[in-house]
């Protein structure tokens, strides 16, 4: 498994770029959200990767940070979601967008990627949620602190849930955003309590 690359950026296109590391170029699919983020070629960049694997063929994809891995590892483990369809929605939709999508059960607003189709967008909702629930079952029957998420009501539940979809533990995400202003509003919570979880790692 690559877990991520460290070179130069050598060539970038729509959803795709590739990247030197000592002497060796990786061709890399990614989203448009992070070829935007990535600095002139000839630079350093740093990306997190993905190796697909299919019969016929090996394909990295590549993200400007682990948000947005994390999305894309849970939407293609959604039955009928592929890595294009993925890219897709990840080129529209930052991980803070994507996850309050999935938490506040919007899945209209998936259907403005090209390729998602309304049963699809409902099915990533459907299923990625049921994975948010999971989890925070789990935290109750392994006696991790779950209490401030039994508590958190309005827009902390829906960043809490939305953390969730990212990939961060539930009862951590209760404790960053528990810690913030109720009247904040869910992205902007979401924001926060990205900076706050990257700062405890």
Do not use: W
């Amino acid at each position: 498994m690559i877990y991520s690359l460290h070179g130069i950026l050598k060539v970038t296109e729509p959803n795709f770029v590739v990247v030197d590391v000592g002497g060796v170029g990786y061709g890399v699919k990614t989203t448009l959200t992070t070829v935007s983020t990535l600095p002139p070629v000839g630079e350093e960049v740093f990306l997190y990767t993905y190796l697909h694997v299919r019969e016929d063929a090996m394909e990295l994809y590549g993200f400007y940070d682990a948000s947005e891995l994390n999305c894309y590892k849970m939407l293609i483990s959604v039955n009928g979601v592929g890595p294009k369809a993925a890219l897709s929605i990840l080129s529209d939709h930052t991980p803070e967008q994507f996850a309050l999508c999935v938490a506040s059960g919007d899945a209209k607003a998936l259907t403005k990627s090209a390729g998602i189709g309304l049963k699809t967008a409902q099915r990533i909702v459907l299923e990625l949620k049921d994975k948010v629930s999971k989890e925070q079952v789990a935290d109750g029957v392994t006696g991790r602190r779950a209490a401030p998420a039994a508590v958190a009501t309005g827009n902390a539940a829906e960043a809490i849930s939305a953390l969730v979809v990212l990939g961060y533990p539930q009862s951590e995400a209760a404790a960053v955003i528990s810690s913030l202003d109720p009247s904040t509003s869910v992205e902007d919570m979401i924001k926060a309590g990205l900076k706050g979880l990257a700062s405890n790692l």
